[in-house]
DNA sequence: TCACATTTGTCCGTATGTATC
DNA sequence: AGATACATACGGACAAATGTG
């Protein structure tokens, strides 16, 4: 019996700034690395290392892009670790979605699959502190709108609690990208209140038959406001 | 009223290098730079943009690390034009699903839904050409299995074939980021033979049920595929 | 097999910019 | 305002890889 090809896969010599930033990377990986932790200066990883500066820089380049730090310069700055890989999720789906022009068609036929089975998971999963921060949103949005404010970032949350309230990490990561997405959609029209006040509505009707643990009702209403964001572009 | 905050996002100013893989990525989207062109030599692009190799260096690894280009050593070597963006994002949900300690059961729910999605979206979109794919496909691990090996790889490629099917890019995208997960996860046990067998057998039967358009049967025999594999683990 | 040219990979030293104290 | 500790950027050099003649 032949052998699993894939234990061969990668032997392709790296390079130092690749093998450097795979390093500290497991050490973020492993926890050794927390969040808000600060990495040593450019030239005490060099000398660590015993590599040059611009290796590091190159290896520092890497982790940035890679979502998993920020770099601050000035007096008191640095390297620190801080998770945005989702971020840079969805700067990569923007550049895909450019280059494989990707239709809003498309996207708006996959955030419904996967808005809907948010939804299903967050009926069966949602604790009261979920319903708690959903009803929250809500009436922070009519106390915006009430004061004829949009109530944009507070609606796009919404969908981001529903997540959360699945219980289920991986939608959590992709809520967070077709959030993103979308408001990338939408900052290139003119955007206006009503929209706004309609979609707080929709977002109230659904929390309710959340809480009523109203499946098949909650879940048309779901496509039926994502439909009608979609058709307003 | 007040303005949306979001037009104010970024004042911050850029670093060279970023200046730079800006111009270039620009280059490639509005389709003056193609796949397979080739970049001048670092030391040319240097005096180019009036900067210092170590600058021209960043930005490449900016562009590399956003799946744009490949960079080879040596004579006849450069850096190439390539589109390798999905990959990129297959790598940084490997990192994000590592970071948040995404379990299996989790991944599996997820996994269910898009699978589901993509079938669906399927049956209503697949042509000849694709059908002939997802046969032949079958047919080559059935050869495989024949001669008494596994046909691992041609079992993932089968669900990356449905997802083609589904004439959706996005569901393209994300089948192969489920793909190279469901690889990694797979990779830590020891594998078997019949395994293989098990899996071709369930494709065998959801490529017929997909050209009969039979939706229900087939999805639940494609839920039952994934959860049996699931359970393996 | 062996030199050779080209291009990336790496190193060192130095200078400048920048945010905080 | 000035001292500081960083990142940012520059220039020149050599090492290593990789096709070509």
């Known amino acids: 019996m032949s052998v699993d090809k894939t234990i061969f896969k990668s032997v392709k010599r790296q390079r130092a700034f690749e093998e ?7 050490l973020i990986f492993e926890g050794v690395l927390k969040s808000g932790d600060k990495l040593p200066s450019e030239g005490d990883l060099a000398k660590q290392f ?25 007096f008191g700055g640095g390297t620190v670790i801080k998770n945005n ?14 280059m494989e022009k990707v239709s809003v068609d498309e996207f708006t036929a996959a955030r419904l699959t996967i808005e809907r089975a948010i939804f299903n ?3 069966d999963n949602a604790d009261d502190r979920d319903i708690e921060n ?31 309230a699945s219980k289920n990490k991986v939608f959590v990561i992709l809520e967070r990208a077709i959030n993103a997405i979308h408001h990338d959609i939408r900052s290139r ?18 929390l309710g038959a959340l809480i009523r643990k109203e499946r098949e009702k909650a879940i048309s209403m779901l496509e039926q406001h994502i439909l009608t964001v979609r058709k307003s572009y």
Chains 1, 2 share one sequence.
Do not use: C, P, W, Y
């Open 20 to 26: 450097i930033s795979l390093k500290i990377k497991e």
């Open 50 to 74: 015993n590599v040059s500066r611009q290796t590091v820089r190159e290896a520092l380049r890497i982790l940035e892009l890679s979502g998993l730090i920020v770099v601050k310069k000035g």
């Open 85 to 98: 890989i989702s971020g840079r999720i969805v700067s990569l789906l923007s550049d895909a979605f450019r």
């Open 121 to 123: 998971e967050a009926v």
């Open 134 to 164: 959903l009803r929250e949103n809500i009436d922070r949005a009519k106390n915006l709108i009430a004061k004829n404010e949009m109530a944009t970032d507070l609606n796009f949350e919404f969908h981001s609690l529903l997540a959360d």
């Open 189 to 206: 029209r003119t955007a206006d209140i009503k929209t706004s006040e309609t979609a707080v509505r929709a977002h109230e009707k659904i």
